[in-house]
């Protein structure tokens, strides 16, 4: 407690039973004793409600920790329920656009889609209309990018290096 040796307990005895006398010295190491084990209950009842005093915080915490992971639990829980309804609702929906769509035949089905050359032939379409609608006059420039491009292709498909 007070960290003394033995060399200095020794030491203080010898004051002591020069200091006391021999008669009243066994009546004062006696009250020392009973004094110093009254210190050390004091010094550990106060430790143990420190540390009583610590473990109820720090329970009082974790119960604070648990209380809102669970709340956190039981949202993610009722978000996931809400995505599987949603899923399980567009999942039906879909499958009833492929039931429906299973029974026609498939005649009908492609009278309804538009085909690949007819979004191509629409598409030059616009853009002849849009052609039609501003005349353009090409530059030297752009003759002569045309020509080299056609030069290039034709070059590619007779297998032959670009000049």
């Known amino acids: 407690m007070f960290d003394i040796g033995?060399?200095?307990?020794?030491?203080?005895?010898?004051?002591?039973?020069?200091?006391?006398?021999?008669?009243?010295?066994?009546?004062?190491?006696?009250g020392v004793g009973l004094w110093v084990g009254k210190a050390r209950r004091m010094i550990n009842d106060v430790k143990r409600d420190f540390k009583k005093?610590?473990?109820?915080?720090?329970l009082s915490n974790l119960k604070e920790l648990k209380d809102d992971i669970d709340s956190a639990a039981k949202e993610l829980k009722r978000t996931a329920d809400e995505a599987v309804v949603e899923t399980e609702k567009?999942?039906?929906g879909l499958?009833?656009?492929?039931?429906?769509?299973?029974n026609?035949?498939?005649?009908?089905?492609?009278?309804?889609?538009?085909?690949?050359?007819?979004?191509?032939k629409a598409k030059s379409q616009s853009t002849a209309k849009s052609s039609d609608e501003k005349p353009r006059v090409s530059t030297?420039?752009?003759?002569?990018?045309?020509?080299?491009?056609?030069?290039a292709s034709e070059n590619d498909l007779q297998g032959?290096?670009?000049a």
Not at 140 to 151: I, L, M, N, P, W
């Open 6 to 30: 033995f060399w200095e307990m020794a030491f203080i005895s010898v004051i002591a039973l020069l200091v006391i006398g021999p008669e009243r010295l066994p009546a004062v190491a006696r």
């Open 160 to 162: 032959k290096a670009p």
């Open 53 to 58: 005093e610590l473990d109820e915080t720090e």
């Open 104 to 120: 026609e035949p498939v005649e009908e089905i492609a009278k309804t889609q538009p085909s690949p050359t007819t979004t191509k």
């Open 95 to 102: 499958k009833e656009t492929i039931e429906s769509v299973g």
């Open 90 to 92: 567009s999942g039906a």
């Open 140 to 151: 030297v420039k752009e003759k002569s990018s045309q020509s080299k491009t056609a030069e």
